[in-house]
């Protein structure tokens, strides 16, 4: 099953522009990442925020968290055409298990040249 | 440094056929081990995850199955393969929970599996 949903399910942007990608999960969480899918290939880590933590930044990327919510977000600033790919959001349960890494339904992201 | 090989990139099945596929993990030890699977255009589907030999969790209930008959050897198998089972395989490693704190997912270059 999935536990992470990311919304929007595809994003199209000119490149220079900022994109946001949403991700919505269900149960308590020790940490969320997120990751990266170029077409056909296995995914890359791109950042990871424990739930203690609100935000956290990595060069272009900007990582919100929000456990009352139990949201998160990813923004890429200043977005260039190497940043088309897929992303989804990955979580690590609080309790029991804390090796079962589960995905989302990730957000298909278009930079325009 | 640590690698994951997977194989192979490509595979075309006939339905009813068996199914093996393979996952090796070099330059760590007791790492866990991942089996993911991905439909066309769509999110990870967790299948197995293992914390080690002979500790395999299953996550979905299928004609698939998974081994670990060494440390950074993991086997995706069927008996008898549906149409349903296409689909983009990912095998994944991480070195959570041994005193590591690097819960990252290092994945494979996937299997894509066409069942006919």
């Known amino acids: 099953s999935q536990q992470g949903e990311e919304d929007p399910q595809a994003l199209s942007i000119q490149e220079g522009e900022n994109a946001t990608m949403n991700c919505s999960y269900k149960?308590?969480?020790?940490?969320l990442q997120w990751y990266r899918q170029n077409s056909g290939r296995g995914l890359v880590h791109l950042i990871l925020?424990?739930?203690?933590?609100r935000e956290k930044h990595s060069g272009r990327l900007r990582v919100t968290l929000d456990t009352s919510k139990k949201s998160s977000s990813l923004l890429i600033t200043a977005s260039r055409a190497a940043d088309t790919a897929s992303y989804f959001c990955?979580?690590?349960?609080?309790?029991?298990?804390?090796?079962?890494?589960?995905f989302g339904t990730g957000t298909k992201l278009q930079v325009i040249p | 440094s640590q690698t994951i090989h997977q194989w192979p990139a490509t595979l075309v099945q006939p339905v009813g056929s068996p199914l093996s596929l393979e996952c090796t993990v070099e330059?760590?030890?007791?790492?866990?081990l991942y089996w993911y699977r991905q439909a066309a255009g769509r999110g990870l589907q967790l299948l197995f995850y293992?914390?080690?030999?002979?500790?395999i969790s299953s996550e979905v209930p299928q004609n698939l199955s998974a081994s670990r008959p060494q440390d950074r050897q993991f086997i995706l198998s069927s008996k008898k393969l549906l149409l349903s089972d296409s689909g983009f395989y990912l095998c994944?490693?991480?070195?959570?929970?041994?005193?590591?704190?690097?819960?990252?997912?290092?994945f494979g270059s996937g299997t894509q599996l066409s069942v006919l």
């Open positions: 990955a979580t690590v349960p609080n309790s029991g298990g804390y090796q079962k890494v589960t």
């Open positions: 149960t308590s969480i020790n940490n």
């Open positions: 925020i424990r739930s203690n933590e």
């Open positions: 293992s914390i080690g030999i002979d500790q």
């Open positions: 330059g760590t030890s007791n790492p866990n």
């Open positions: 994944a490693w991480s070195s959570y929970g041994q005193g590591i704190r690097n819960e990252k997912l290092f």
